[in-house]
């Protein structure tokens, strides 16, 4: 049945996080951008939500709710609206969760789940990215072999999102006698791992004040019980879904935030003595802008609700919603930036912190997943 | 909460339509080469949509609500390789009903509904001069006794030759503007009122379109739509603004009618590349495609999101909510991958695509009219501007 209703639940969580995110991430998301580091006060009052607790079943000490792709789409579209590096940082952790849950056994999520329906933040997160240029998740040259009843894993993970915070990863490796996502595996590696070393990253264009880190991982020991799923296994095409999803629902929500932010400044801006909004240059600009941040989120619930019910069609909406947004929300913030000419540029303003997170965000699969 | 999934009884029909609309691809071109002549009611071979209809009795009322399902279907029908008839925008009834119909039932006094309800009307706006900006249209009626006299030129009446009469625009007060813009209602064989011409055109052939000359045209008083006589005076007459609704219930319609071209052209194009061993592994990633199999994937995007902006737009009808901005965003789209996606298979699929062995360059013609007609897609850019800067259409031309 096709209909665009949102629950009662999820509608109340979208207008929450979109007041959260104006008044407390966007005026201060030049700040901390600037500062590149999100302060803990934020992620704490980001958990204070309950998103993730929320998620856990009952018997983990959790609020029993269904795990929602759905619910995650909408409530990173409206934290993407305040400030998608604090959003990335507050939503970081639920890759870890989401993947428990789909995919864990009963051991695993017995022994994760229950620190995250707790009051402290607790900080996680999926390293999927690598060195090489062209990065494929299907191609990923880090491996893990079995050794005995364990693995020994191998290779290097780039840009892994919370990474100077993290107390635990999930590590995607990718089985060195097999290829294709049939082929990878995901593995809880805790941070103090013998064989893991966490180096901070030095820089990166966008979501600045997100920490991220490298992961170098010699032989990595881990036993059995790390590989998420056990001898099942994941299915990483899902789960690489959900990521590519995630970071399509928060750069939609960076998109809406520019299109409402060029508006005003349209009405006010006045060249050759009228305003520049009055102009169809730069009017039809805006409805493009418009009209695209509509369609895109479409295009991104469409896939979240395909991934949320593991309907057979979802990787295909996940591969078009990524495709879509990545071509489209690029566009809106550079054109949003162009509505603003100069003073775009200048670094007092948005703009240029809203394009650079847009092309990161289209780039990287991740760092937040539906 | 928000489901995109088809039920099964949805899949069947949709499944059915599609390969009922697949029963005349032999004769797909047939209104070309008898562009001149009247259709029959049933070409050799032709399944009918009588095996659809009882179909619907196996919905459940919770199923996708039925705007939104005739959308779905109206995509599903226009994609279909056979031969279309009219504008192929949804499923043929048993009744002719024209856009004139239309106007009629959200203008008309109870009288006029009764009277002329069951005639086949299309609509008259457009003249060789005025196209989009439909308040400097030219023609005029002037009283006269119990009379209307319209004298003008009216061009690119859809449904102009095959139907029982048309609803025409005039004005009966130049001077007025807008407000003095009024819907009349003019039969066939009216004194003064002539069938100029039929169109030739690049697609849309099964559906024709006509000129009309109104020379001292004379017509019954009661041909007035709504019955409104008079000239208010400060912005449109209930009439114009009651005519103009129609448009806020025909948009998506004939949104759905473009993506249905971009999604047949697209559907012949996947086919048509998977012989020869070109397909998109949806597993994938971005990185690893081929120059086409990334084309393919654009395409497949840009038809979807397409899809979607119509699937919303009905959907919030459904929900008796406002939907007049949506409307417009889909018709936007609609015209957009009209274009862009049968243009775009075309050049996946090289030079043989050209040739009438194949039915994919006719996607192109017959849905490139879909961001033109229902207004341009700069018309409905010029609509969305409004709206979200806040500006009226005097401010913001």
Same mark, same amino acid.
């Given at each position: 049945m096709i209909s665009f209703q949102l629950t009662d639940e999820q509608a109340m969580i979208r207008d929450s996080l979109k007041g959260f995110a104006a008044e407390v991430l966007a005026p201060t998301a030049r700040a901390i951008d600037e500062a590149g580091e999100v302060p803990a006060s934020?992620?704490?009052?980001?958990?204070?939500?309950?998103?993730?607790?929320?998620?856990?079943? !009952?018997?983990?000490?959790?609020?029993?709710? !269904?795990?929602?792709? =759905?619910?995650?789409?909408?409530?990173? !579209?409206? %934290?993407?609206?305040?400030?998608?590096?604090?959003?990335?940082?507050? =939503?970081?952790?639920?890759?870890?969760v989401g993947a428990l849950l789909d995919f864990g056994t009963e051991d695993q999520k017995a022994e994760h789940l229950p620190q995250f329906a707790g009051e402290t933040p607790v900080a996680c997160s999926l390293a999927i990215q690598e060195s090489q240029f062209g990065f494929a998740a299907e191609n990923q040259r880090t491996t893990a072999v079995r050794k005995g009843n364990g693995w020994i894993l191998n290779g290097e993970k780039r840009l892994v999102p919370l990474g100077g915070q993290a107390s635990q990863f999930l590590v995607l490796a990718r089985d060195p006698d097999s290829s294709g996502l049939g082929a990878v595996s995901a593995f809880i590696v805790p941070r103090d791992t013998e064989g893991l070393t966490v180096t901070d990253e030095a820089g990166t264009q966008g979501l600045k004040p997100l920490s991220k880190a490298r992961l170098t991982l010699t032989d990595l020991a881990l036993p059995g019980s790390a590989r998420l799923g056990g001898e099942?296994?994941?299915?990483? %095409?899902?789960?690489?879904?959900?990521a590519r999803v995630g970071a399509a629902a928060l750069v939609l929500g960076l998109a809406r935030q520019a299109t409402d932010?060029?508006?005003?400044?349209?009405? !006010?801006?006045v060249a050759f003595g009228e305003p520049i909004g009055k102009k169809q240059s730069i009017a039809f600009m805006l409805a493009d802008m418009h009209i695209e941040c509509e369609t895109m989120r479409w295009m991104v619930w469409k896939a979240a609700s395909l991934l949320e019910h593991n309907d057979p069609g979802a990787p295909k909406a996940a591969a078009l919603a990524q495709d879509y947004v990545r071509r489209k929300a690029v566009k809106i913030a550079d054109d949003a930036l162009q509505i603003f000419g100069g003073h775009g540029f200048i670094r007092d303003l948005p703009l240029e912190m809203w394009l650079r997170n847009a092309r990161t965000l289209t780039v990287l699969d991740g760092p937040v997943s539906v | 909460m928000a489901d995109f999934r088809l039920s099964e009884v949805d899949q069947k029909i949709l499944d059915t339509v599609i390969?009922?609309?697949?029963?005349?691809?032999?004769?797909?071109?047939?209104?070309?080469?008898?562009?001149?002549?009247?259709?029959?009611?049933?070409?050799e071979g032709e399944r009918g949509f009588e095996e659809v209809l009882p179909m619907f009795g196996e919905r459940k009322p919770d199923d996708t609500p039925m705007m939104t399902f005739m959308m779905a279907l109206s995509i599903a029908r226009g994609s279909a390789r056979g031969v279309t008839r009219g504008l192929g925008l949804g499923m043929p009834t048993g009744r002719a009903a024209g856009l004139g119909n239309a106007a009629l039932q959200s203008a008309g006094t109870p009288e006029q509904k009764a009277k002329w309800g069951n005639l086949f009307l299309a609509m008259s706006i457009t003249e060789p001069g005025v196209g989009s900006d439909t308040k400097a249209i030219q023609t005029t009626a002037r009283l006269d006794g119990d009379e209307w006299v319209l004298n003008g030129d009216k061009i690119f009446v859809t449904d102009g030759v095959r139907c029982d009469g048309a609803i025409v625009w005039a004005t009966i007060d130049k001077s007025?503007?807008?407000?003095?813009?009024?819907?009349?209602?003019v039969l066939k064989g009216a004194p003064g009122f002539e069938l100029v011409r039929k169109e030739k055109k690049m697609g849309i052939r099964s559906s024709d379109t006509a000129a009309y000359a109104f020379r001292d045209c004379r017509i019954p008083r009661?041909?007035?739509?709504?019955?409104?006589?008079?000239?208010?005076?400060?912005?449109?007459?209930?009439?114009y603004r009651g005519v103009m609704k129609t448009f806020n219930m025909t948009r998506p319609a004939v949104a759905s009618g473009g993506v249905s071209k971009a999604r047949g052209a697209l559907d012949f194009a996947i086919e048509a590349l998977a012989k020869e061993g070109v397909s998109v592994d949806w597993s994938r990633s971005p990185g690893q495609r081929s120059a086409v199999e990334q084309r393919l994937v654009e395409l497949e995007a840009d038809t979807e999101a397409a899809a979607l902006t119509v699937l919303h737009a009905s959907w919030l009808s459904d929900m008796r909510q406002p939907n007049n901005l949506e409307s417009s965003i889909c018709k936007a789209k609609g015209g957009e991958v009209c274009r862009t996606v049968p243009q775009g298979a075309m050049e996946v699929l090289g030079g043989m695509s050209i040739s009438?062995?194949?039915?994919?360059?006719?996607f192109l013609r017959d849905g490139r009219i879909s961001d033109i007609y229902e207004g341009t897609g700069q018309i409905q850019r010029l609509i969305i501007a409004r709206e979200?800067?806040?500006?009226?259409?005097?401010?913001l031309t």
């Open positions: 934020v992620i704490k009052a980001g958990w204070d939500f309950g998103l993730l607790a929320a998620s856990v079943p !009952e018997a983990y000490g959790g609020g029993g709710a !269904e795990r929602s792709c =759905m619910t995650n789409a909408v409530a990173l !579209e409206a %934290l993407g609206g305040g400030c998608a590096s604090q959003g990335a940082a507050i =939503m970081a952790p639920g890759q870890f099942a296994g994941i299915d990483a %095409l899902r789960l690489v879904s959900q932010f060029a508006i005003p400044y349209a009405r !006010e801006r | 390969a009922v609309g697949n029963s005349t691809e032999r004769h797909t071109r047939y209104y070309e080469d008898h562009e001149d002549e009247i259709p029959p009611a049933r070409l007025a503007g807008r407000a003095g813009i009024k819907s009349f209602l009661d041909s007035l739509l709504g019955g409104d006589e008079t000239v208010p005076k400060g912005g449109g007459s209930a009439s009438h062995d194949h039915v994919v360059e006719k979200i800067l806040g500006y009226s259409s005097e401010e």
